[in-house]
């Protein structure tokens, strides 16, 4: 399994709801990420997990919640988003931190909050 | 503060001719470099990278070149097909590995 998988593809959520974007890894890194990627942007880095550790948060506004309950999974739990959260999140994995690692991107999740 | 730049949002070639996709940094730090393909409505997927310590890397149709006293680099994609059109991110790495930074893109048309 060389798959980042990332579900739901899609998500449409009212500012007052809850809901949560999940990540799921099988090659054994032991790195996870989170992205933002606005349209016509670059993905921009959220928070960085490294062995089950968040290692790096990128001053993400707390509306946006991260947690890696195991090396595989990574989850992002949203609550009360604005409408300019609209983007599409990209999770990735590697082997661990490290620069000459690659990182495995997942297919996203196309976020509208509405 | 863009520490990766793209300056072309687009390039347009023939199938066969060659594309050459620019790439600037500005963080002396950056000493790994990455370029990544995008469809729509998918993630990046890796296509090549190299080291500061190369100035040239190759695989099959794909070559980077890093000139690091200019801070840039460039993907030559030789020849060029159709299929390759999308959307190309450079990207870089510090040496402590955690963050990947991109640039903004050039989307890449390749015309029959």
């Known amino acids: 399994d060389t798959e980042v998988t990332q579900t739901p593809k899609h998500l449409v959520m009212g500012m007052t709801n809850k809901k949560s974007l999940k990540c799921e890894q099988h090659?054994?890194?032991?790195?996870m990420y989170w992205y933002k990627q606005k349209a016509k942007k670059p993905p921009e880095l959220m928070f960085v997990?490294?062995?089950?550790?968040?290692?790096i948060n990128e001053s993400v506004p707390s509306r946006f919640s991260p947690e890696c309950p195991n090396s595989s999974l990574l989850n992002l739990h949203l609550h009360a988003l604005q409408p300019e959260d609209s983007a599409l999140y990209l999770c990735?994995?590697?082997?661990?931190?490290?620069?000459?690692?690659?990182?495995?991107f997942g297919s996203g999740t196309r976020l509208t909050v509405v | 503060d863009q520490q990766v730049k793209q300056n072309s949002p687009s390039l347009s070639v023939q199938e066969g001719r060659i594309s050459i996709l620019n790439c600037d940094y500005t963080?002396?730090?950056?000493?790994?470099f990455l370029w990544y393909k995008k469809y729509p409505a998918e993630g990046p997927t890796f296509l090549i990278s190299?080291?500061?310590?190369?100035d040239k890397n190759e695989d099959g149709r794909f070559t980077v070149f890093l000139n690091k006293s200019a801070k840039h680099l460039s993907l030559h994609i030789v020849p060029s097909q159709p299929g390759d059109s999308a959307v190309y991110f450079c990207a870089a790495i510090e040496t402590s590995g955690s963050r990947l930074t991109f640039g903004e893109g050039t989307q890449l048309t390749v015309n029959p």
């Open positions: 990735a994995s590697s082997q661990q931190l490290g620069r000459t690692y690659g990182y495995t």
């Open positions: 190299i080291s500061s310590i190369k």
């Open positions: 090659m054994g890194h032991r790195a």
């Open positions: 997990y490294s062995y089950e550790k968040l290692s």
């Open positions: 963080n002396s730090m950056f000493d790994y």
